[in-house]
């Protein structure tokens, strides 16, 4: 499905409690719905992401949109706002998450947000940090220092400061980002930087450690209510790692990030655009029609929105939505060598370009000239499985299907028969509420007819709806049957009655197969 780059109109709304500190908010994420296939298809993704992935490509709606609620996760209403039973790219790894959105939105981030919120409360007190100081305004240079002084890479350096920033520690005696994430939080312990004749030791992270927990005890007995709060989540999960003080800190600045990215929320909504996804200390904001970057005069305003709300100096940065899955790759043609995948793509954008559904074992089409009609599919013998006959309909001019088609082929229609199982509900909508004529269709429960020029009509084609029964003949207006249909339904309700009747008073109607389907 082609999707847009045009900004929609914004869906979304938030509800405010507890002054501006925004208890939940809705909004419309967007990502690429052929991406999230070719994602489905990627041998590269494991099988849990892969289950997240469909259920937001079930719920999905219009196309690549899908609704989601943002809350607090605890009563009082403290912190970041999560994505609600979880199904959000928020909670998609970021290499996915990009390769899902790269094409529809900008990535807004807030650069070095949370040692910059905790600065801002600092000085708000009254509370000397010159080492945090030193680090908010020169983060680089001490990246640069840490690597010198420890061997370590960049990567490392940053997951060694954020977990000084939640009140751990690491004895910094090791070379990779792996084994330092690895590591059990413990003392960080100064000794001399390898290879240095100098026998001068390098004490900032000793220092800046220091610091922050004297800062944290400061934060938690300013605000104790949040403290409390810390404190009953540590009993109610009966945590014992980590500084007991470093939830209590979190959710006070991830108060100050989550009215940040409210302001930062309503200023875009203010200068007509549309922010789709809440990414913890960043945001979606979808991509106008020919636009690369954001303006920066946007993001300054966005900028000073944050200090007129929260009263920190915070800047903001666009993000390179950078992903290493080969997505087009898999678009066109398979350049991981997997036969599979290729032909899975190939029946995925088969039956999306002619509307094919899966009902009842079988591919069936729609009716030609209608707006949610279909039919069995035509295709192959009688006695050749009906899945099998449309996969090898399809692939009849793909080679690398045919090399090894007995096994390439079991494994096909295991993944149709799962894939559109998974969407059953979404292709089932409607059902039994229409019937289709040829001229258009007739929604039993609102009594009325849609005609097939009707803007409505494209609106039920592409939400999915699929017509109970079709008639080709003209809807007039002067037959009694859409009526005294909507009377059976409402006296039989959703009982076996109910299907024995219709299928009965179809067989006395019509030849066996002729209309009844």
Known sequence: MASSNTTPANPAHTTQQKGDAGHSTVLEERFDPDAMLACLAHPGIDTATKE??????????????????????????????????????????????????????HDVDMANAHPNFELHLAKKHGWVCDQLQRLCCNREQVLQEMQNAYGIDRTAAKVVLLKLLYLGGLPLDHRNAKALEGLECGEINSFEAPGSSSSSTYTYLEELQAELRTLASNIAAQYPEHAKEAARQRAATKK????????????????????????????????????????????????????????????????????????????LAQKPMETTLQLDGLRQEDNSGNCCTTCMLALLRHAKQNRLIRMWGEVW????????????????????HPLRSYINSVLADTPSYYEKVGTTQNTLVTFLEQYQHKVKGYHYRGYRDLLSFANGVYVLPEDRFISNDDAEATHIQSSGGIARHHIPMEFTGSTDTPKFDKLVTYQLDDGAAYAWFLTLLGRMQYRVGQLDN
């Open 52 to 105: 997240r992935l469909k259920m937001m490509h079930k719920k999905r709606r219009d196309g690549n949109g899908l609704c989601v609620t943002y809350k607090k996760n605890n009563k009082k209403g403290y912190g970041r706002l999560y994505a609600d039973k979880g199904l959000s790219l928020q909670m998609v790894p970021s290499d996915i998450r990009n390769a899902l959105c790269s094409r529809l939105v």
């Open 240 to 315: 014992t790692s980590g500084h007991p003080l470093a939830t209590a800190v979190s959710l006070v600045v991830g108060d100050l990030e989550n009215r940040a990215l409210l302001a930062m929320k309503r200023e875009l909504e203010v200068q007509g655009r549309c922010v789709t996804t809440l990414v913890y200390d960043g945001l979606h904001v979808m991509r106008l029609e020919g636009e690369t970057q954001l303006p920066a005069e946007l993001l300054m305003a966005c900028e000073t929105a944050i200090q007129r709300d929260t009263g920190a100096a915070i800047k």
């Open 365 to 384: 089409e729609p009716v030609p000239g209608t707006i949610c009609a279909y039919q069995p599919a035509a295709d192959g013998s009688a006695d050749e």
